[in-house]
């Protein structure tokens, strides 16, 4: 089955660095998407973006498909954005659609 | 619009005993997961059905576990012998067809004793 490799498992930072997550996956995936957990559990997508590069405030995700590889940049770190930041793969659109997750980035932020 | 819900949000039981966790989806979404999450790992598919109808159940421990959407809305995941490494967080999430994007829900962390 699919597999996704995230690196690093946990990454401390001063207030106002810059964090770069990495997400190397197995096999072709036509979906890609970046999620971050809070403390408390709750999930939430930040970003899908299968290939190329995607903004979205302070994130920064860049996909090399052929390359099996993504990388979630956040720029300016903020306390509240500690978390656990998660990478998922997945298959063909439609209802055959499942998510393969890797294990995760804890990321802290120190004031 | 209301988010996927859960309930129970906590659960605490010995070994040998049932336990079931309940999801609402988003109103309209079609298809429905449910993950596991242990501590410390990503979240692991279980089970996910579309309507009504089961599309992958291929990593539900068939022996203890089970999951129900009768009426392609609700969903009930059921444990009936619980396992001491059956203790995680499990997680609902749901989206609509034509969306790639996942919505979960608080989850419910269960301990096992």
């Known amino acids: 089955g699919q597999q996704v490799q995230q690196s690093p498992s946990s990454l401390v930072l001063q207030e106002g660095e810059n964090a770069e997550l990495q997400c190397n996956f197995s096999?072709?995936?036509?979906?890609l998407q970046w999620f971050y957990q809070s403390p408390g559990g709750s999930l939430v997508s930040l970003l899908s973006?299968?290939?190329g590069t995607k903004h979205t405030g302070r994130l920064t995700s860049t996909t090399v498909t052929k390359e099996r590889r993504s990388s979630l940049h956040i720029s300016s770190s903020q306390t509240t954005d500690s978390g656990t930041y998660l990478c998922?793969?997945?298959?063909?659109?439609?209802?055959?659609?499942?998510?393969?997750f890797g294990k995760g980035t804890l990321l802290t932020v120190t004031p | 619009e209301a988010g996927v819900t859960q309930s129970p949000r906590y659960a605490v039981l010995q070994e040998g005993q049932a336990v079931s966790f309940w999801c609402d989806p988003i109103?309209?979404?079609?298809?429905l997961y449910w993950y596991q999450q242990p501590r410390d790992q990503g979240p692991q598919l279980l089970v996910y059905?579309?309507?009504?109808?089961?599309?992958?159940n291929s990593q539900l421990p068939s022996d203890r576990f089970s999951a129900v959407r009768p009426k392609g809305t609700n969903s009930t995941l059921k444990i009936q012998s619980a396992k001491q490494g059956d203790t995680a967080t499990y997680l609902c999430?749901?989206?609509?067809?034509?969306?790639?994007?996942?919505?979960f829900g608080p989850g419910t962390r269960l301990l096992v004793l």
């Open positions: 999430a749901s989206r609509t067809g034509d969306q790639d994007t996942q919505y």
């Open positions: 096999s072709t995936a036509t979906q």
């Open positions: 973006n299968p290939s």
């Open positions: 998922a793969i997945g298959g063909s659109g439609g209802s055959n659609y499942k998510l393969t």
């Open positions: 109103s309209g979404h079609d298809t």
């Open positions: 059905f579309r309507d009504e109808a089961v599309i992958d």
